[in-house]
């Protein structure tokens, strides 16, 4: 489907009258019975029409998803009306592009669409959803093209990356700072992605001092977790409620920019990153061993916006990144955390913290752990919470951690975790506890011989240590890029 045929048929304005709030929800008539649609699919509501009318015009922009139907499981409805609940309109009201959507010569816009991400329907999102929208609204609101962009799309101006490879989003990232010109500009980076594509623009240039103008990221979660979406948006999440794409959207288009906490983790000389590679020249009958391969590049260091993390989770991450583990979606992670609890490896290192404001470091008294999490969000998934007192982009450093307790018991962790993050909370008698602090610097030195328990996590990024290695992660001075924030968050 092209991008014209998506918002003909997509995007088709069907004029109702009689609008009405009814238990929270508009409810309308037209030639047949009256209709309804569910407050928590309502978008937008689209005033000050450019069009040749002799009342005033509302656009009502409706998003209802239906995961299960794999040929339209996204499906974008157009209202029209003259008359609106003024309680509906003063909710849900646009009154125009944002400033931070308009490609011109004071700003840039680039929409990049990651294809690997999550289960591969961000493509889809972009073609059957956003374009269209933001078609409708630039339209509807009778915005002005810039004529100084270098190319068009269906009248719109933006650049659009549909990213090929997994290199694509590093390598638009380098593109950022290349000159002091493009630095001093304002950008705004769409992003239909995980937290793997912020991952990759966060590390995308090795420049330690921050642009004149941060890039502002405007994030749609379509990966497998999304920690830092649902992380930034916990505090409007009701059950039930908006879904995070519907949050997702009216954050592009309504939202504020925000500093993006980030840290820094480095690591010792010798340290890998390792990645599964697909061999494209393997044959259709070839096994998942033969079809892909693991891959090692060099690192000194990552910058993260989530987690830095040993023990349990890295594990997690790194055995459930495989081909094979990958269709599966989310549930990957229970697949191979059931493996990884019946093992229950006891995770040989020396840990120790700073805690604000001090300057000496305090050792973890145990020489073996089960779980060494540092992190700046409070939820790695929707409803798993690993750092309840973490507030939206609040920029602390928080550490959870606890020994070698045994798979039951690891598994009642989690399970609190998924529970409001109760697990914080949890001692046992014989002494043994979940730890979590506040901290300003983190030291994991690696004493493991088996590489397969020397690995840690960066945001989904693993990093292979060697033995006697160490990671340490801090807060990185000066931010790197700014992310829209939903306006109607006060940010701590």
Not at 137 to 142: F, Q, V, W
Not at 322 to 333: A, I, L, M, N
Request: proline share 6%; aromatic share 6%.
């Amino acid at each position: 489907m092209s991008s014209a045929q998506s918002l003909a048929h997509l995007s088709e304005v069907v004029p109702v009258n009689d609008v009405a709030v009814i238990d929270g929800n508009l409810t309308w008539t037209r030639a047949g019975p009256s209709e309804k649609v569910d407050r928590d699919e309502i978008l937008f509501i689209l005033a000050a029409p450019r069009i040749e009318v002799t009342d005033d015009e509302f656009l009502i922009c409706c998003l209802k998803e239906a995961p299960e139907d794999e040929h339209n499981p996204y499906r974008l409805s157009v209202f029209r009306t003259t008359k609106i609940p003024a309680d509906a309109l003063q909710q849900h009201i646009l009154k125009e592009l944002p400033p931070h959507l308009r490609h011109g010569p004071s700003n840039e816009v680039d929409v990049i669409v990651s294809t690997k991400s999550g289960m591969g329907s961000a493509v889809r999102v972009w073609e059957d959803v956003l374009q269209p929208l933001w078609q409708l609204i630039a339209s509807h609101l009778g915005e002005h093209r810039s004529p100084l962009a270098n190319n068009q799309t269906n009248g719109l101006y933006y650049r659009l990356a549909i990213t090929e490879s997994a290199e694509t989003v590093r390598t638009f990232a380098k593109s950022l700072w290349t000159s002091d010109v493009q630095a001093s500009r304002s950008r705004t980076i769409v992003l239909l992605s995980g937290d793997g594509g912020v991952v990759d623009l966060l590390n995308g240039s090795d420049k330690d001092s921050p642009p004149v103008t941060l890039p502002l990221i405007a994030l749609l979660p379509l990966g497998t977790g999304n920690a830092l979406f649902h992380s930034t948006h916990k505090p409007l999440y009701l059950n039930p409620g908006p879904t995070p794409l519907v949050h997702g959207l009216r954050t592009i288009f309504q939202g504020t920019p925000s500093d993006l906490p980030v840290f820094r983790a480095s690591f010792s000389p010798g340290s890998q990153i390792v990645t599964f590679a697909d061999k494209t020249n393997a044959s259709p009958q070839s096994n998942v061993d033969d079809q892909f391969s693991r891959e090692e590049t060099s690192v000194s260091h990552l910058n993260g916006g989530i987690v830095a993390s040993y023990g349990f989770h890295a594990s997690l991450v790194y055995e459930s990144d495989t081909p094979e583990y990958r269709v599966h979606g989310q549930k990957r992670f229970g697949m191979v955390a059931q493996e990884l609890l019946k093992e229950a490896h006891p995770y040989n290192a020396q840990v120790s913290m700073r805690r604000p404001g001090l300057s000496k470091f305090e050792s973890i008294p145990r020489d073996a752990h089960a779980y060494v999490l540092t992190t700046l969000v409070s939820n790695l998934e929707r409803a798993f919470t690993i750092s309840p007192a973490s507030k939206p982009l609040q920029g602390k450093l928080r550490l959870v951690h606890f020994g070698p307790i045994g798979g039951e018991r690891t598994m009642e962790v989690m399970m609190k975790a998924y529970d409001e993050g109760k697990h914080v909370d949890i001692k046992w008698e014989d002494g043994e506890r979940v730890g979590y602090e506040e901290v300003d610097e983190v030291q994991v030195v690696i004493l493991e011989d088996d590489e397969r328990w020397r690995k840690v996590c960066i945001d989904g990024t693993i990093v292979e240590i060697p033995s006697g290695g160490q990671m340490n992660v801090k807060m990185l001075e000066g931010g790197l890029f700014k992310v829209l924030a939903s306006s109607s968050l006060v940010l701590e």
